[in-house]
């Protein structure tokens, strides 16, 4: 297949990057600065610079994007890039936040961040990440899917994941976890066999 990685230097971004070159697949990376990736062609360009042109040749588009100092952004990005995919035939790969699953009360995540003390200084970007998978959940003309981390979504090696139906999942420990290396074999196996569309998956380590 032939994959562009928005956000391809970050956390997510790279994992993703490396297991798909690993697998063989053509893969470009758009990034914001000029960098050297191995085997990957790169091209300098801001995500709310793309057009469709940019993005009509690929099979795959998978975005990554983040901005911890202005959040809103994620959401922005998001919708232009819903904007460019429509009418085209590219699937979009969106990486969401943890905020949006059910803890093991059947709370969001979300309303339990909110209730942490201090959370007002820091909420605005999982709060983002909310809006950002209710917005594709309206989505109905474009082919994409979603894919959340658990609460620690940590740099990491692969080793084996599950798929958690939208809860968060505790390990024997009360932790809850999944690596980049982790999610990038979970991102990766749902663009060479589909199983979903226009809906989110979401992935934790196995336990």
Not at 167 to 184: P, Q, R, W
């Amino acid at each position: 297949m032939k994959i562009a990685v928005i956000g391809a230097t970050g956390n997510a971004g790279s994992a993703i990057t490396i297991e798909a070159v690993k697998r063989g697949h053509q893969v470009t990376a758009f990034v914001r600065k000029t960098v050297e990736i191995k085997d990957v062609n790169i091209v300098v360009k801001d995500v709310f610079d793309l057009t469709t042109d940019d993005i009509k040749g690929f099979d795959v588009v998978v975005n990554t994007f983040a901005n911890h100092q202005k959040p809103e952004l994620i959401l922005d990005a998001a919708t232009h890039l819903i904007h460019l995919l429509r009418g085209t035939k590219v699937r979009g790969v969106f990486m969401l936040g943890a905020a949006s699953l059910e803890n093991v009360t059947g709370n969001l995540l979300l309303e339990d961040l909110k209730s942490i003390p201090g959370s007002d200084e820091w909420i605005n970007e999982p709060q983002h990440g909310f809006y950002e998978l209710t917005f594709l959940r309206w989505i109905k003309d474009v082919d994409w899917v979603g894919f959340s981390p658990q609460s620690n979504f940590i740099v990491g090696e692969a080793t084996k994941y599950e798929l958690t139906h939208d809860k968060i999942v505790l390990d024997s420990e009360g932790n809850s976890h999944v690596t980049t290396g982790n999610m990038a074999l979970a991102v990766l196996d749902e663009l060479e066999t589909p199983t979903i569309h226009q809906n989110r998956l979401s992935v934790t380590d196995a336990v």
